[in-house]
């Protein structure tokens, strides 16, 4: 069965410190790649994703996520971060065509002021 | 000018009741979802209709019944509620296939006492 595993469940960084959270999935073929992000009290919204082509997908607000095929991952990162960029962060992978996404736990991300 | 809107926001009702969270989407998706986020933010997916037609039926108590009247509209029914229910229902919607990006509404937070 396909599944996402997110290593870090929390993670505490101080403003301007560099981001590097991890994904992993289970499965053999083609795959989409999603990371989503929940801030507080609000509803998930996609920072970026990966269908095809240039491995290295560049999304909203700085942050970029490089797929790897074959460690079978897509870690998400970001040079900087910011106290407002605190939010619960989601890895999701579907099969192509594939209607249904597979979620991972999600990290939750602290960033101090 | 809401893409994927959820009524209501919050719910809160004893035991035992039967009730309804209503979604709307105005984005021309023809695939729409309902997911469960218990307290630990974990996204567990319920239902999902493509053109009216169920396409994912996750194990959930037949309690929960989905019914999609339209393309646009996907409604999840409640009876006899549990304290178990509780947790935060999140609608979203997108195009046909794997390689689309879903789209969430505000979420509808239940909560049973």
């Known amino acids: 069965a396909q599944s996402v595993s997110q290593h870090n469940h929390h993670v505490i960084l101080s403003e301007a410190a560099s981001l590097e959270l991890g994904c992993n999935y289970s499965?053999?073929?083609?795959?989409?790649l999603f990371w989503y992000v929940q801030y507080p009290g609000q509803h998930l919204q996609l920072l970026l994703k990966?269908?095809?082509?240039d491995p290295l997908v560049k999304g909203i607000k700085g942050f970029e996520a490089e797929f790897i095929k074959s460690k079978f991952s897509f870690n998400l990162r970001k040079p900087s971060v910011q106290w407002s960029d605190t939010a619960e962060y989601f890895c999701?992978?579907?099969?192509?065509?594939?209607?249904?996404?597979?979620w991972g736990a999600g990290t939750k991300l602290i960033i101090k002021p | 000018d809401t893409a994927v809107s959820q009524t209501p926001k919050y719910l809160v009702t004893q035991m035992g009741n039967d009730k309804s969270i209503k979604c709307e989407q105005n984005?021309?998706?023809?695939?729409m979802y309902w997911y469960k986020q218990d307290s630990k933010k974990f996204l567990k997916i319920m239902f999902s209709y493509n053109n009216k037609e169920l396409i994912i039926n996750e194990t959930v108590p037949n309690r929960f019944s989905p019914k999609s009247p339209d393309k646009a509209h996907l409604n999840l029914h409640i009876n006899s509620l549990e304290l178990g229910d509780s947790a935060v229902y999140f609608c979203?919607?997108?195009?046909?296939?794997?390689?689309?990006?879903?789209?969430f509404g505000p979420g509808t937070r239940l909560t049973v006492t």
């Open positions: 984005l021309g998706h023809d695939t």
């Open positions: 499965y053999g073929g083609t795959v989409n």
């Open positions: 990966y269908f095809s082509g």
């Open positions: 979203a919607s997108s195009h046909s296939g794997g390689a689309h990006e879903q789209y």
């Open positions: 999701a992978v579907n099969a192509h065509s594939n209607y249904q996404l597979i």
